[in-house]
């Protein structure tokens, strides 16, 4: 990977929460690359140690853990086992995140006739179950690993959390409420955890990635016969000023400065688009 520019993370113990996603292994990556010890955390934990297992391969220092970000206790012991094989962590990304088809609705605007059409989810067919589920694995699974990991850092110099939130967080994208309202609690609590925190010395900032094509969207994004992009595809690109999708890579630039010290250590409790300008456009 060629990361934009680089920064000094030799002896630094980096956390990155769904570490095994398309996204996140990515960042993984750029902060192994700067020298961190990666430890990569994710529910699959056959998808954490493959990412781990490809940034060894290139010398990279990192190791697999299985966790999951809802129950405190798995992430406990996995607290425990990447202090005894890199140290205390000192950088923590909540990168574990996404939505559910049960918080999804089927069109983007209610019609009178849709009441009738048992085909459709609407608005009045959302499963609560699924909101459920869409708000803790984006909200309570930054805020608890959070509790977890944060409590390594008190008392350490230059730690910081970095969450991930989503350009649907400023204005809420058609079709999905719980992904939209739950990314909004992970930017409102990444404020209010950068003031928490601001007297034992962890920033706290997020990443409010535009659209990547990834996993989880991969369905919604390119349609499976053709191949080709979906409508609402092409709608986001049309929504979109630069006209494409994000790569991967065009997070790591932001990453890598919000968590150096040198770089932005006065920058706490904010919340930067990496969009290609979606949430700066109004469609006119
Ligand atoms: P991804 O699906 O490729 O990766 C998510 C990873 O999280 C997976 O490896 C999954 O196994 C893991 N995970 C899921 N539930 C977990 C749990 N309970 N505990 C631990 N790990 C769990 O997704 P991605 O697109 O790389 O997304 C990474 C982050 O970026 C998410 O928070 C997502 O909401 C956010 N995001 C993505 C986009 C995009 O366009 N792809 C845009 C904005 C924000």
Redesign the pocket.
Known sequence: MSIPFSIDLSNRVAVV??G?????SQLARALAECGAKVAI????AE?AEAAAEGLRADGLTAKGFA????ERASLEAAAEAVKAAFGPCDLLLN????NHPKGTTSKEWLEEADLDDPSLTTFFDLDPKGIEFVFN??FL?SLIPSQVFARQMIGRKGCSIIN?S?MNAFCPLTKIPAYSGAKAAVSNFTQWLAVHFSKVGIRVNALA????L????HKLLIDEASGEFTARAKKIIDHTPMGRFGEPQELVGTLLWLVSDAASGFVNGIVVPIDGGFAAYSGV
Do not use: K, R
């Open positions: 929460t769904g095994g996603g398309v996204l996140c955390l994710d529910l699959n998808a966790a999951n970000v809802l990168g574990a995140g996404g694995l984006n699974g991930i989503s990635p535009g659209f990547f990834t996993n989880q969207n």
